[in-house]
């Protein structure tokens, strides 16, 4: 795609990144085709090539009042960016580091209403403090009744308990675990489980009470200098762990939420400009893995796990389309003996997308609807996912029960001899 910014406009980091994109596109609409804004909508400007050349026309016309409005930022807040496009382009095309600096733009040239500025406010606040997100969630829960429709969904009933997590020192392999922050409330037998499943592997999975939200909450709704701050307090709060382990450094940083694992390997681009932190954040995103990866490389037989529920397996955008590790879960399940039901049209969306589900509650039902008719299509007991998010969302319809893959896996452990 031809690009006509000016030499002063390409001095600008953000631009000379725009233009690298741009110029990648070929403008195929291979991209549409996958789009589940696209299909739902039909509007070429809902879709991944008309955002495109909304954010072309934008950026490289700094003054243009006239033909950026509020339309312009709607379709842009209507993508969730699942990055379906990116796995389906033919040329690379990175669409959503483009649409982080269109969104900023428009951000900046088309400001918000006060109660669309005060929702965003609110969800950043309210989401990314574990302790502040589990006590208004305590109150949600308490008055329910009381609470708006779009928000009654998202309450879930009282979790499934914790239990206990075995003493991490007792092993010489150690990881770091990203805790996140509304999971600790919303689902604190996930991480509890995989505790306990590496347990069994040998493995220590240290917890590390300063770092906190990773950062995508904040990015995503376009506060992007306090999500590049929730990332550099990470860093410095993993990189003492990652230094005293000696040579061999931990093994890994373990994210259970594979949206958070998506954007904490996106820390080394976030962060590239920043002198202080760019070698750091490089060496961090290297160390993220979602938990899949471990264990798809452990021996699991030594697990004995041999079970034979029916499942049905809901991945992730941010595991399949942003992390490339479509399959990986599929496979260590279906080694320990599961029985996985098949998903028509697996690479959708479900409309979770991080605060899509609140900030755009009817395309994003339409789109969870669309995906249980499809994951319960071979009537599974349970639809397993691996990010939080999903689960909330999918579970907010009240259908088939929705968990983590990995409190499955943990319940089919086999008790300890010495227990």
């Known amino acids: ?27 195929c609409g291979f991209c549409n085709a996958t789009c589940p804004t696209y299909q739902l909508l039909g509007d070429e400007r809902d879709g991944p090539r008309g955002r495109i050349y909304l954010m072309k026309q934008m950026l490289e016309n700094p003054d243009d009042s006239e033909n950026v409005t509020e339309q312009t930022r709607l379709h842009l807040d209507r993508c969730l960016t699942c990055r379906n496009c990116e796995t389906t382009c033919p040329s690379g095309v ?8 269109g969104r900023a733009e428009i951000e900046r040239r088309v400001p918000r209403s006060t109660a669309e500025r005060a929702q965003r406010y609110a969800l950043r606040k309210a989401l990314v403090e574990p302790k502040r997100f589990q006590a208004l969630l305590k109150l949600g829960q308490t008055f329910k ?37 509304v999971q600790p409330g919303l689902s604190p037998n996930t991480n509890a489980a995989t505790a306990r499943v590496l347990d069994r592997l040998g493995i220590g999975l240290t917890p590390v009470a300063e770092a906190g939200c990773c950062g995508a909450v904040d990015f995503h709704l376009n506060a992007q200098d306090d999500g590049r701050a929730r990332a550099r307090a990470n860093i410095d709060a993993w990189w003492p762990h990652i230094e005293k382990e000696g040579e061999a450094g931990v093994e890994a940083i373990v994210q259970t939420a594979s949206g958070c694992g998506a954007f904490v390997k996106e820390y080394r681009d976030i962060l590239k400009d920043d002198p202080a932190y760019a070698d750091k954040a490089r060496r961090v995103s290297e160390l993220a893995k979602d938990l899949v990866e471990v264990l798809r490389d452990e ?24 992390q490339k590790l479509g399959g990986a879960v599929e496979g260590v399940l279906v080694k320990l003996g599961f029985i996985l039901t098949p998903v028509q049209d697996a690479h959708l969306c479900c409309g979770s997308a991080g605060t899509y589900s609140i900030t755009q509650p009817e395309l994003a039902t339409q789109l969870r609807d669309n995906k249980l008719n499809a994951l319960e299509a071979g009537n599974p007991e349970t639809i397993v996912t691996a990010n939080i998010g999903c689960q909330t969302h999918l579970n907010g319809a009240g259908r088939t029960p929705v968990r983590h893959w990995i409190e499955i896996v943990d319940e089919a452990l086999p008790t300890p001899v010495n227990s």
């Open 1 to 27: 795609m031809q690009t006509h910014f000016t030499e002063e406009a390409l001095k600008q980091p953000h631009i000379q990144e725009a233009d690298r994109v741009l110029r990648s596109c070929v403008h």
């Open 299 to 322: 021996e699991l037989a030594s697990l004995e796990v041999n079970e034979g529920r029916r499942l049905a397996f809901h991945c992730p955008c941010t595991l399949q389309h942003a």
């Open 94 to 101: 990175e669409y959503h580091k483009l649409l982080d600096i």
């Open 145 to 181: 009744p009381l609470v708006s429709g779009k928000l009654k969904d998202k309450l879930p009933p009282k979790p499934v308990d914790a239990g206990t997590r075995p003493d991490h020192k007792r092993h010489a392999r150690q990881m770091l675990i990203l805790e996140g922050c």
